[in-house]
């Protein structure tokens, strides 16, 4: 069976920060460029950063790439390739400058330059104090970015196809790839869009967590693609947490509830921070206090009938601070979690936040096969890429600037390459779009199948219960067990809606088969790892006067690849060479 | 409203840039939105379509919807208590 053909010189797949920087590059560049999005542009998930974007630009005080850098490295827990930290932290100046250019409207010092502000983990001079290095549009810089960078494309008349979304990468038998295959959600029509050359900016896939402050457009498509034709995912067992999601909702309670002298409390009513950081107590670091409330919960001091949440009090508040200061948790608190907090503590659990690992790209976002060559015409940037920069661990703002190096870079990459090519389109193997067509038939004819929500929670509860922030080995070792007895249930999904046209539950099922691929790798990754390196931390790889942190570097300085084919994981070292200055060598991370 | 409208509201109520949205007004379509008369169902269709920092400030309470059709949309959005099972 034949599908409708369209060609483009590139097709991008995503339209939030990552997809909209490489488009402008392209059209900007004359190339006929298509990008791809399940919802319209501004709709994107970049939307929900609000912190900033980080860049030496030096403007409330002196500042350098290098020292950067040095965060960047540290914060990675040392798994990040130090060539493509160096690449992105050089860069920083200049996509941010180029944002501003675009329209961005940073907030602004009295002086009018770009107004900077700390945020944790940035550091000057190799990590001696903090440093005024995030570059925000007050609590809006996401949904800024997207307008200015959205604006920059109409501009340039990148050709956008909203509500479609890509079902499969196209690859000959060279392995070179020649597009996506794509379903229009209009029309239920399926079409070949055809390009030289194809990025995927799709975002990250938080949805396979029960609990994720994620939206749910993150499914994690560009990942179930790249994996399903052969790509090996990078790195993904680390993935960052937040201590304060809504138990049950996931919703985001932020760090200044906290701030504003929030208490963490467990069944007992016991203040349980004080325990684990003394000095700190509730304001510890991400890490230390995510490990403490799963600990309360698995020892049995857990609230709720479940004993699966602990409670974040601000009772003790005077009301009229909570009304005047934390306006917007009280309303999230009273619709998210049916409680009040002026009169009853809040329900929180730690909450999946970001995905660190993805397609495995290098610093120029070509994306490389096990040989580390560049897998020619395919290219991923953004939270689906891993170049790889956040390693075991991202910075705050570093999500941001990422999108931006790396969305630009991969963009300058395709016009480099496609330079080189033929004129002509490489032509599309026979029967290029069968395995597709063969999903997609598959989902319409089962019958006496499984149901896709049934099926996406008992994954998400999976993923929560045996790999969330802190990890077993035990658990772990089950988890795997019954992610791959999931697998066989998402394999025989059915729907009841067999209409064409604006079919979601269709759209549904596609994207629970591509989160699944993300939780096996994620499960088969993290059981694998046997040590505890940045947001990856094992019960059994504790902290020790040998290996501070439960870190291993002897056994386990390396980035994990996992193939679909046989759920196959291979190791490759971690790049140590920055492209100009020295190694940041291996040292214990603490702050 | 037909199956196609109906599936299309449903996709933009459920696939927004912020989890907050997604939760709030998944569950209203589900539960409120059969509820609501023509006019109102349209009014709805309207905010659905808004942007995320433009919507969620006035279901989260934060800013006041100087539209009256809205404003009583945007009230029943805010009466909405979207719990999930642990």
């Known amino acids: 069976m034949s599908i409708p053909v369209r060609k483009f010189d590139a097709v991008i797949v995503g339209a939030g920060g990552a997809g909209l920087r490489a488009a402008i590059q392209l059209s900007e560049a004359g190339l006929k460029t298509a990008v791809l999005s399940k919802v319209f542009p501004t709709r994107s998930h970049t939307v929900a950063a609000q912190g900033g974007v980080s860049a030496s630009l030096g403007n409330s005080e002196q500042d350098h790439w290098h020292w950067h850098m040095y965060d960047t490295v540290k914060g990675s827990d040392w798994l990040g390739d130090q060539d493509a930290i160096e690449f992105m932290c050089k860069k920083a100046p200049e996509v941010v400058v180029e944002l501003e250019h675009f329209g961005m409207p940073f907030d602004r010092t009295d002086e009018g330059k770009i107004y900077q502000r700390p945020f944790g983990g940035h550091m000057s001079n190799f990590g001696e104090k903090p440093v005024r290095r995030a570059c925000a549009a007050a609590d809006r810089t996401g949904h800024a970015m997207l307008h200015a960078l959205y604006q920059r494309n109409v501009r340039a008349n990148t050709q956008f196809f909203v509500e479609w979304m890509a079902l499969d990468l196209i690859r000959d038998e060279d392995g070179q790839v020649l597009g996506v295959i794509a379903l229009e959600m209009e029309t239920g029509e399926v079409v070949a869009f055809h390009a030289k050359s194809t990025i995927f900016a799709t975002g990250g896939a938080g949805r396979i967590f029960y609990s994720s402050t994620n939206a749910f457009i993150n499914t994690g498509d560009g990942l179930g693609m790249a994996a399903r034709a052969g790509i090996q995912l990078e790195d993904m067992e680390f993935w960052q947490f937040h201590p304060t999601g809504v138990a049950g909702a996931g919703v985001l309670i932020t760090e200044g509830v906290r701030g504003e002298g929030g208490i963490l409390r467990n069944s007992a009513g016991e203040r349980f921070m004080e325990r684990y950081a003394p000095n700190a107590k509730d304001l510890a670091s991400r890490d230390v206090v995510s490990r403490a409330m799963v600990t309360e919960i698995n020892e049995g001091r857990g609230c709720g009938p479940n004993k699966d949440f602990v409670l974040l009090d601000i009772t003790h508040l005077d009301p009229a601070t909570i009304m005047k200061r934390l306006p917007g948790i009280r309303e999230i608190s009273i619709q998210f979690a049916g409680i009040d907090p002026i009169k009853a503590p809040i329900p929180v659990v730690p909450t999946c936040h970001y995905q660190m690992g993805g397609i495995p790209t290098n610093y120029k976002g070509q994306v490389v096969n096990e040989a580390g060559e560049h897998v020619t015409g395919f290219y991923a940037a953004g939270e689906c890429a891993c170049a790889s920069v956040h390693g075991a661990n991202r910075l705050g703002t570093n999500s941001l600037l990422d999108l931006l190096v790396f969305g630009k870079s991969s963009g300058d990459s395709v016009i480099e390459d496609m330079a080189s090519m033929p004129k002509e389109h490489k032509p599309l193997p026979a029967g290029f779009a069968d395995k597709t067509l063969a999903r997609l038939s598959r989902l319409e004819n089962q019958t006496n199948g499984t149901s896709v929500n049934d099926t996406r929670l008992a994954m998400q509860r999976t993923m929560q219960n045996h790999c969330g922030v802190f990890r077993f080995k035990d658990k772990l070792e089950e988890g795997v067990q019954k992610i791959l007895e999931i697998e066989q249930q998402v394999a025989k999904t059915e729907i009841k809606d067999k209409s064409k046209v604006w079919n979601t539950a269709r759209v549904e099922a596609l994207e629970l088969d591509n989160l699944i691929e993300v939780a096996k790798a994620t499960m088969i990754c993290a059981n694998a790892r046997k040590e505890s390196r940045g947001a990856h931390v094992r019960d059994d790889a504790p902290d020790t006067p040998e290996m501070p942190n439960g870190r291993n570097d002897a056994e386990w300085h390396k980035h994990t690849m996992w193939s679909r084919d046989g759920n196959k994981l291979s190791y490759k070292p971690v790049n140590m060479k920055p492209l100009t200055v020295e190694t940041v060598a291996l040292k214990t991370r603490s702050y | ?86």
């Open chain 2, 1 to 86: 409203m037909d199956h196609d409208a109906l599936n299309r509201l449903q996709w933009r109520c459920t696939r927004r840039a912020l989890l907050e949205l997604d939760l709030i007004l998944g569950k209203f379509l589900v539960e409120d939105f059969p509820k609501l008369n023509d006019a109102q169902a349209e009014v709805f269709a309207v905010l659905a379509d808004m942007e995320d920092h433009d919507l969620w400030p006035m279901v989260n309470g934060t800013e006041v919807c100087e539209d009256a059709q809205q404003a009583e949309i945007i009230a029943m959005l805010r009466k909405s208590e979207v719990r999930r099972p642990q």
